[in-house]
């Protein structure tokens, strides 16, 4: 077994306020900074979407006192209606959420653009896209399937919309948000279960409860000014970093100033009620942002995980896979319901999840919405070959779980990680004593 020590100040900064900081800036009237922006394939994606439409930014990798490198982007607009016609289709390439959002942008655009991606992107649903916008006005077309490419044939003349949103999904809210801005009067977003909050945090957007749902209420045709954005690190990384010093007995790894927004840390509430050694320090709130330290020691063992509860899932749907591989390799069991969702990801995670776990020895069922581990047979000998389905989480949780155990995994395409962790192993290495 194998023993990871150390602090960690070098996690990827958080994608989803990454993606938000870059969009909200191209939105914004002025020049707008932000301080460590994330260089995930993700994320940079979104930046030279960005500029493909016409936005005017740089990026510039400044080197820091303790020799890590930070980025920070500039982006200059002048506001809502900056952006151009592009001169091909918008290459989005492995992010949903590049896409996803910035069609809300465009359908608010008067002119016509087309967003593709890479081959898992150009699978997955994008009718939850052009169902709010069409309701707008807008002109949207996608392949018969319901999948990109995605058309646009953008309107100055969007309507404003009140939108029960018909699955949690945090893009969703966010490009009907980001379309809402141009409307001609102000929208409202309904949830009825909620996500992550970061668009509205980062807009300053007025919320409130009424029976029993989140009512958000976006003014239309209002300029945003420029203001500077700081990105903490991403949670979503750190819960791959918090498996690992769960997983391999004697480890202890303090984990710095990651972001601990309610609505992203529900993965750490799963894991002390299981009874995980976690320990939060060094609360405070950045622009609007809850940041922390976490403590992991692999001193208790933890309870199986059984995550059913749809909001729970809602605001920890990405730490999923890696909450599944720890607890099948640290109990042996796993159960999950309510979670169809995870289906519709850069893979399809529950069979991706349960391919590989099987692989492994371990005994699994699937069902539509979930699946469950019942046990392991004996752990198979010598190298496994498992599947990222290039899925940069399931490469991790894996990944992760072969380091903890010191397991000899074969992980096909491994460099997906980069998608959101371009420094995964160069951090491993760094923690293993
Ligand atoms: O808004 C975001 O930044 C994200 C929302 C989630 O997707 P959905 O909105 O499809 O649930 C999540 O899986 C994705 O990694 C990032
Ligand atoms: C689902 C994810 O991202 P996206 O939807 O942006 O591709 C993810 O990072 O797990």
Same mark, same amino acid.
């Given at each position: 077994m194998r023993v990871f020590k150390g602090e960690v100040t070098a996690l990827p900064p958080d994608k989803s306020i990454s993606h938000r900081a870059a969009l909200i800036g191209a939105l914004s009237e002025g020049t707008t900074e932000i301080t460590n922006f994330s260089g995930g394939f993700d994320n940079q994606s979104t930046l030279s979407v960005l500029q493909r439409a016409g936005i005017a930014l740089s990026q510039e990798e400044i080197v820091q006192l303790n020799g890590r490198t930070q980025r920070r982007v500039v982006i200059k607009s002048r506001g809502l209606w900056s952006f151009q016609p592009p001169a091909e289709p918008l290459m989005c390439n492995n992010s949903g959420s590049t896409m996803r959002m910035f069609a809300g942008i465009l359908a608010a655009q008067p002119f016509r653009s087309e967003l593709i991606g890479d081959s898992s992107l150009m699978k997955r649903p994008m009718k939850r896209v052009a169902d709010p916008l069409r309701l707008m006005g807008a002109d949207i077309e996608l392949s018969s399937s319901g999948t990109a490419p995605i058309l646009i044939n953008g309107t100055k003349a969007l309507k404003p919309i009140a939108y029960r949103l018909p699955v949690p999904s945090a893009q969703v809210k966010s490009l009907v948000a980001f379309a809402a801005l141009h409307a001609d009067g102000e929208s409202r977003i309904i949830e009825q279960v909620r996500s992550r909050d970061h668009t509205e945090v980062m807009l300053g957007l007025e919320s409130f409860d009424q029976n029993g749902e989140r009512v958000i209420v976006v003014p239309g045709r209002k300029q945003i000014e420029a203001r500077p954005f700081y990105i903490p690190a991403d949670p979503s990384a750190a819960c791959f970093i918090v498996a690992l010093g769960l997983l391999a007995r004697g480890s202890e790894i303090m984990i710095r100033d990651v972001c601990l927004n309610p609505t992203r840390a529900a993965f750490l509430d799963i894991l002390m009620a299981a009874g995980a050694g976690l320990h939060i320090e060094n609360l405070r709130v950045i622009g609007g942002e809850s940041i922390g330290d976490i403590l992991v020691s692999s001193a208790s063992r933890i309870e199986p995980l059984c995550i059913s509860d749809p909001q729970l899932i809602a605001i920890a749907i990405d730490e999923i896979p890696m909450l599944a591989v720890l607890s099948a390799f640290a109990t042996g069991c796993f159960e999950l319901h309510n979670a169809a969702e995870l289906r519709t990801k850069e893979s399809d995670r529950i069979a991706a999840l349960v391919v590989n776990l099987e692989r492994l020895g371990f005994v699994c069922e699937q069902y539509?919405?979930? !699946?469950?581990?019942? *046990? +392991?047979?004996?752990?198979? /000998?010598?190298?496994?070959?498992?599947?990222?389905?290039?899925?940069?989480?399931?490469?991790?949780? !894996?990944?992760?779980? *072969? +380091?903890?155990?010191?397991? /000899?995994f074969d992980i096909t395409d491994i460099d997906v990680v980069g998608v959101s962790f371009p420094n995964f192993f160069e951090l491993l290495d760094s923690l293993e004593a």
């Amino acid at each position: 077994m194998r023993v990871f020590k150390g602090e960690v100040t070098a996690l990827p900064p958080d994608k989803s306020i990454s993606h938000r900081a870059a969009l909200i800036g191209a939105l914004s009237e002025g020049t707008t900074e932000i301080t460590n922006f994330s260089g995930g394939f993700d994320n940079q994606s979104t930046l030279s979407v960005l500029q493909r439409a016409g936005i005017a930014l740089s990026q510039e990798e400044i080197v820091q006192l303790n020799g890590r490198t930070q980025r920070r982007v500039v982006i200059k607009s002048r506001g809502l209606w900056s952006f151009q016609p592009p001169a091909e289709p918008l290459m989005c390439n492995n992010s949903g959420s590049t896409m996803r959002m910035f069609a809300g942008i465009l359908a608010a655009q008067p002119f016509r653009s087309e967003l593709i991606g890479d081959s898992s992107l150009m699978k997955r649903p994008m009718k939850r896209v052009a169902d709010p916008l069409r309701l707008m006005g807008a002109d949207i077309e996608l392949s018969s399937s319901g999948t990109a490419p995605i058309l646009i044939n953008g309107t100055k003349a969007l309507k404003p919309i009140a939108y029960r949103l018909p699955v949690p999904s945090a893009q969703v809210k966010s490009l009907v948000a980001f379309a809402a801005l141009h409307a001609d009067g102000e929208s409202r977003i309904i949830e009825q279960v909620r996500s992550r909050d970061h668009t509205e945090v980062m807009l300053g957007l007025e919320s409130f409860d009424q029976n029993g749902e989140r009512v958000i209420v976006v003014p239309g045709r209002k300029q945003i000014e420029a203001r500077p954005f700081y990105i903490p690190a991403d949670p979503s990384a750190a819960c791959f970093i918090v498996a690992l010093g769960l997983l391999a007995r004697g480890s202890e790894i303090m984990i710095r100033d990651v972001c601990l927004n309610p609505t992203r840390a529900a993965f750490l509430d799963i894991l002390m009620a299981a009874g995980a050694g976690l320990h939060i320090e060094n609360l405070r709130v950045i622009g609007g942002e809850s940041i922390g330290d976490i403590l992991v020691s692999s001193a208790s063992r933890i309870e199986p995980l059984c995550i059913s509860d749809p909001q729970l899932i809602a605001i920890a749907i990405d730490e999923i896979p890696m909450l599944a591989v720890l607890s099948a390799f640290a109990t042996g069991c796993f159960e999950l319901h309510n979670a169809a969702e995870l289906r519709t990801k850069e893979s399809d995670r529950i069979a991706a999840l349960v391919v590989n776990l099987e692989r492994l020895g371990f005994v699994c069922e699937q069902y539509p919405d979930g !699946f469950v581990v019942t *046990g +392991r047979k004996q752990a198979p /000998s010598g190298t496994v070959v498992l599947d990222s389905f290039d899925d940069h989480r399931i490469a991790m949780s !894996f990944a992760i779980a *072969g +380091r903890a155990t010191g397991g /000899s995994f074969d992980i096909t395409d491994i460099d997906v990680v980069g998608v959101s962790f371009p420094n995964f192993f160069e951090l491993l290495d760094s923690l293993e004593a």
